[in-house]
């Protein structure tokens, strides 16, 4: 368990962590030389069942809030203090209305200073520390009257906190690694360690982890080394405050306090992200677009608050609001956050992540703001439910992984009790609700049914037309799929590479069927080059409008396919093409128009341009001068109909 202080400057936070522990807490000479905490301090008090309490003591400073907020979003129980000759001062109210901003709402009061007063006074300064606390969420909570220096009353809260810490149960562990960083230095021999409190998953030596937000893609790190609550361990996991040894291509130079320590799948860094935020009643109202600083994890942020909810938040209300930051962070849904004024002196809100993935557009419509409300719900079945049914296109579940920091088992649990129909594309999944993969299937039929009225001639949509058709946002695989379905259950038909309604059929006319027979042969003559329009025309003597119409109806009824410009290929030589190009995919993992043309025999620029008919058909897909196989469904499609 990790214990927080919280309270006024010299209300004697350190000299009482050290009681607790025999720890001065004070490691810095300036702190030694002004007796004063400047920054975060660190002890720990082993425990008789081999355990470890962790202290983590802040400064009490109004100029140093940005410190104590470093060190308070990783505590699990605060430990206020109050001096008894003192009473509750300003930095005590600040630090309480803070740590209710974080959540943080299970703790302890120490009265400090007990032996510099009379009994009187211990008696007001406990009735002064019981109305402070009234309505928080540290009301209730058990006090210790004592003296740090005397000792008097300690073994009381030791005892306390020792008993508390038997019952504390241990946050998850179950998601990914996350460590929020607050420390880095060198050792001799042991190289760069940084320290932090593990807000999720597990850790262990030997793992690849990467430093984040560093550059395009973080620092990658392998963990040499870690201690755990000051002691040497294999693994660390959340809630334990880690010393990890790292190496790696980077220097100390390079890591500062704010950035994160986190399993690689997780280094998805953001300049903005949705929140419910929250609004002291003791603070002025809140008006969009205010400057901010951020404090979120150990670090401390420059942005903007967008209200999505009107205009003006209201002391001692909550709403829904766009945080949008002036650099990169990383964050994910539940992290708890701190809003201060734009010159840093006054603490002004604060709330929780929602959405680390925002849209860019109707952010404040009814069914977005629908959304944000669900996923205050802290079973992310609930917003996954509404999501799917919002989402046309399917949801990107590595997202929603992503952003609610779920485990891969984790995640397959929920899209299985969720009752999601999942594609896999590529390394990406894509979830659909049962109800709105069953409209998309209606929607393509529909679109389809609307094609063969238009167009009766045309023997059915090429299939990357019939995509943007029937929806243009919908990943190829996740069409793939339901195309697939569709021709299992006979809904749907393929000829060649067109998709049509069973029913449906083109033919042509006697004539064109009589003109075609004469002019097929000299297309077949050279079938993976085939001569074009203007030369069918002088070698036939027919007129070259004449032809150019021809084809263009014959092509509708699906015996040619306009490779380019008034060159024509008949659907034999095109499945031979799709053959050649699937072999070579196969033989080279892609395949170049200098491939093509050996292939083929042809010149490079026919070949050229039955690689671009390829990719305009959504049979192949261009990366620079390579051409790749979009989908095995794809191939399957042109070889086998």
Same mark, same amino acid.
């Given at each position: 368990?990790?214990?927080?202080?919280?309270? %006024?400057?010299?209300?004697?936070?350190?000299?009482?962590?050290?009681?607790?522990?025999?720890?001065?807490?004070?490691?810095?000479?300036?702190?030694?030389?002004?007796?004063?905490?400047?920054?975060?301090?660190?002890?720990?008090?082993?425990?008789?069942?081999?355990?470890?309490?962790?202290?983590?003591?802040?400064?009490?400073?109004?100029?140093?809030?940005?410190?104590?907020?470093?060190?308070?979003?990783?505590?699990?129980?605060?430990?206020?203090?109050?001096?008894?000759?003192?009473?509750?001062?300003?930095?005590?109210? @600040? %630090?309480?209305?803070?740590?209710?901003?974080?959540?943080?709402?299970?703790?302890?009061?120490?009265?400090?200073?007990?032996?510099?007063?009379?009994?009187?006074?211990?008696?007001?300064?406990?009735?002064?520390?019981?109305?402070?606390? &009234?309505?928080?969420?540290?009301?209730?909570?058990?006090?210790?009257?004592?003296?740090?220096?005397?000792?008097?009353?300690?073994?009381?809260?030791?005892?306390?906190?020792?008993?508390?810490?038997?019952?504390?149960?241990?946050?998850?562990?179950?998601?990914?690694?996350?460590?929020?960083?607050?420390?880095?230095?060198?050792?001799?021999?042991?190289?760069?360690?940084?320290?932090?409190?593990?807000?999720?998953?597990?850790?262990?030596?030997?793992?690849?982890?990467?430093?984040?937000?560093?550059?395009?893609?973080?620092?990658?790190?392998?963990?040499?080394?870690?201690?755990?609550? /000051?002691?040497?361990? $294999?693994?660390?996991?959340?809630?334990?405050?880690?010393?990890?040894?790292?190496?790696?291509?980077? @220097?100390?130079?390079?890591? @500062?306090?704010?950035?994160?320590?986190?399993?690689?799948?997780?280094?998805?860094?953001?300049?903005?992200?949705?929140?419910?935020?929250?609004?002291?009643?003791?603070?002025?109202?809140?008006?969009?677009?205010?400057?901010?600083?951020?404090?979120?994890?150990?670090?401390?942020?420059?942005?903007?608050?967008?209200?999505?909810?009107?205009?003006?938040?209201?002391?001692?209300?909550?709403?829904?609001?766009? !945080?949008?930051?002036?650099?990169?962070?990383?964050?994910?849904?539940?992290?708890?956050?701190?809003?201060?004024?734009?010159? *840093?002196?006054?603490?002004?809100?604060?709330?929780?992540?929602?959405?680390?993935?925002?849209?860019?557009?109707?952010?404040?419509?009814?069914?977005?703001?629908?959304?944000?409300?669900?996923?205050?719900? /802290?079973?992310?079945?609930?917003?996954?439910?509404?999501?799917?049914?919002? +989402?046309?296109?399917?949801?990107?579940?590595?997202?929603?992984? +992503?952003?609610?920091?779920?485990?891969?088992?984790?995640?397959?649990?929920?899209? $299985?009790?969720?009752?999601?129909?999942?594609?896999?594309?590529?390394?990406?999944?894509?979830?659909?609700?049962?109800?709105?993969?069953?409209?998309?299937?209606?929607?393509?039929?529909? &679109?389809?049914?609307?094609?063969?009225?238009?167009?009766?001639?045309?023997?059915?949509?090429?299939?990357?037309?019939?995509?943007?058709?029937? =929806?243009?946002?919908?990943?190829?695989?996740?069409?793939?799929?339901?195309?697939?379905?569709? =021709?299992?259950?006979?809904?749907?038909?393929?000829?060649?590479?067109?998709?049509?309604?069973? &029913?449906?059929?083109?033919?042509?006319?006697?004539? /064109?069927?009589? =003109?075609?027979?004469?002019?097929?042969?000299?297309?077949?003559?050279?079938?993976?080059?085939?001569?074009?329009?203007?030369?069918?025309?002088?070698?036939?003597?027919?007129?070259?409008?004449?032809?150019?119409?021809?084809?263009?109806?014959?092509?509708?009824?699906?015996?040619?396919?306009?490779? *380019?410009?008034?060159?024509?290929?008949?659907?034999?030589?095109?499945?031979?093409?799709?053959?050649?190009?699937?072999?070579?995919?196969?033989?080279?993992?892609?395949?170049? &128009?200098?491939?093509?043309?050996?292939?083929?025999?042809?010149?490079?620029?026919?070949?050229?341009? !039955?690689?671009?008919?390829?990719?305009?058909?959504?049979?192949?897909?261009?990366?620079? /001068?390579?051409?790749?196989?979009?989908?095995?469904?794809?191939?399957?499609?042109?070889?086998?109909?």
């Amino acid at each position: 368990m990790i214990i927080g202080t919280a309270g %006024h400057i010299d209300h004697g936070k350190t000299t009482l962590v050290k009681a607790l522990t025999g720890v001065d807490a004070d490691r810095l000479p300036e702190e030694k030389a002004r007796g004063i905490t400047l920054d975060l301090g660190y002890a720990y008090a082993p425990q008789a069942d081999g355990s470890v309490l962790g202290f983590i003591d802040v400064p009490g400073h109004e100029k140093l809030i940005h410190n104590m907020l470093a060190g308070a979003t990783g505590i699990d129980y605060v430990l206020l203090l109050v001096a008894a000759d003192d009473g509750p001062m300003p930095q005590t109210r @600040e %630090h309480l209305e803070l740590l209710g901003l974080l959540g943080l709402n299970r703790g302890a009061v120490a009265l400090t200073k007990c032996d510099a007063v009379d009994a009187a006074r211990v008696a007001a300064a406990r009735g002064e520390i019981a109305a402070l606390l &009234a309505g928080t969420g540290l009301e209730g909570s058990p006090l210790f009257a004592l003296s740090a220096t005397r000792g008097d009353g300690v073994a009381e809260l030791r005892g306390h906190l020792e008993a508390t810490a038997t019952e504390y149960v241990r946050r998850d562990t179950s998601g990914r690694f996350r460590l929020a960083i607050d420390r880095c230095f060198t050792l001799s021999g042991i190289g760069t360690v940084v320290t932090g409190t593990t807000f999720s998953g597990r850790v262990g030596a030997g793992d690849t982890v990467i430093i984040a937000p560093a550059g395009r893609d973080g620092f990658k790190a392998r963990v040499k080394s870690l201690h755990v609550q /000051d002691r040497p361990a $294999q693994q660390g996991q959340a809630g334990d405050r880690c010393a990890l040894a790292l190496t790696g291509d980077f @220097e100390k130079k390079d890591i @500062e306090r704010g950035m994160w320590l986190v399993d690689p799948r997780a280094a998805r860094p953001l300049t903005r992200f949705q929140a419910e935020i929250h609004v002291p009643a003791t603070q002025t109202a809140l008006k969009h677009w205010t400057p901010v600083h951020v404090h979120l994890g150990a670090t401390d942020l420059t942005g903007r608050v967008a209200l999505l909810e009107g205009d003006l938040l209201a002391p001692g209300a909550t709403a829904l609001a766009e !945080i949008l930051l002036d650099r990169e962070t990383l964050a994910v849904r539940g992290d708890r956050f701190v809003l201060r004024d734009a010159s *840093a002196q006054r603490s002004i809100g604060g709330g929780r992540v929602l959405d680390c993935f925002p849209p860019s557009r109707h952010k404040r419509s009814p069914a977005r703001l629908a959304l944000l409300a669900a996923l205050t719900d /802290d079973d992310p079945a609930t917003s996954l439910r509404l999501l799917a049914e919002q +989402s046309v296109a399917g949801v990107d579940l590595g997202r929603f992984a +992503s952003n609610w920091n779920l485990a891969a088992d984790m995640a397959a649990a929920l899209w $299985q009790a969720s009752g999601l129909r999942v594609v896999a594309a590529g390394e990406q999944q894509i979830g659909f609700a049962v109800g709105g993969w069953q409209a998309l299937g209606e929607r393509l039929l529909a &679109a389809l049914a609307t094609e063969h009225q238009r167009a009766p001639d045309m023997v059915g949509v090429e299939r990357e037309r019939l995509r943007r058709l029937t =929806l243009p946002t919908l990943e190829r695989a996740a069409f793939d799929a339901l195309v697939a379905e569709l =021709l299992g259950t006979g809904l749907l038909a393929a000829s060649r590479a067109w998709l049509h309604l069973p &029913a449906h059929q083109a033919s042509l006319g006697a004539g /064109d069927r009589d =003109l075609f027979a004469v002019l097929k042969p000299l297309l077949d003559a050279q079938a993976c080059g085939p001569p074009r329009v203007r030369d069918i025309a002088r070698a036939s003597g027919t007129a070259e409008d004449v032809i150019r119409q021809l084809f263009r109806r014959v092509a509708r009824a699906g015996d040619l396919y306009p490779v *380019a410009l008034d060159h024509y290929f008949t659907a034999d030589a095109v499945a031979q093409l799709a053959a050649m190009v699937a072999e070579l995919n196969a033989e080279k993992g892609s395949v170049r &128009a200098a491939d093509l043309r050996d292939r083929i025999g042809g010149g490079r620029k026919v070949a050229i341009h !039955i690689l671009e008919f390829f990719d305009r058909i959504g049979y192949t897909r261009r990366v620079r /001068d390579e051409h790749i196989l979009r989908s095995s469904g794809a191939i399957h499609a042109w070889l086998n109909n």
